[in-house]
């Protein structure tokens, strides 16, 4: 199976290709203030995978090592998720809602995309 650095790094390469397209379409459509959420939501998923990619290291080397493991860091990713909804609500000018919260689960769809494309590869 891949370990998560290696499905951190495709996540990566998925965002930027995300943000090109969500800056195109920012650009180019009457739905700018969609594209921009989903852009912000995007980018405060990807740092909430990499908080939760950070603390699954930490969570492995406390358990080979016999320690006692304090939390995988759910307080933080939730405060983040609040931060990136409260930047769309305080500026809805610029920020759709709806699509930012969409845009915090785009990570995680791209983690379920991956395994799915992993597993049909390997079986």
């Known amino acids: 199976m891949l370990d998560l650095h290696h499905i951190f790094a495709m996540q990566k390469k998925a965002l ?8 195109l379409g920012w650009g180019f459509t009457a739905y700018s203030t969609v594209f921009a959420g989903i ?5 405060f998923g990807t740092y909430n995978f990499w908080i939760l990619v950070r603390r699954m290291d930490k969570f492995d080397r406390s358990i080979s090592e016999g320690r006692k493991v304090v939390s995988l860091g759910s307080a933080l990713r939730f405060g983040s998720g609040i931060a990136a909804v409260a930047i769309a609500i305080t500026l809805p000018q610029y920020f759709h809602t709806i699509s930012t919260i969409i845009g915090l689960m785009i990570p995680y769809v791209f983690l379920v995309v ?8 390997n079986n």
């Open 39 to 43: 852009a912000v939501g995007a980018c």
């Open 114 to 121: 991956g395994v799915i494309v992993y597993l049909i590869r």
């Open 16 to 23: 930027f290709f995300l943000l090109a397209l969500c800056a």
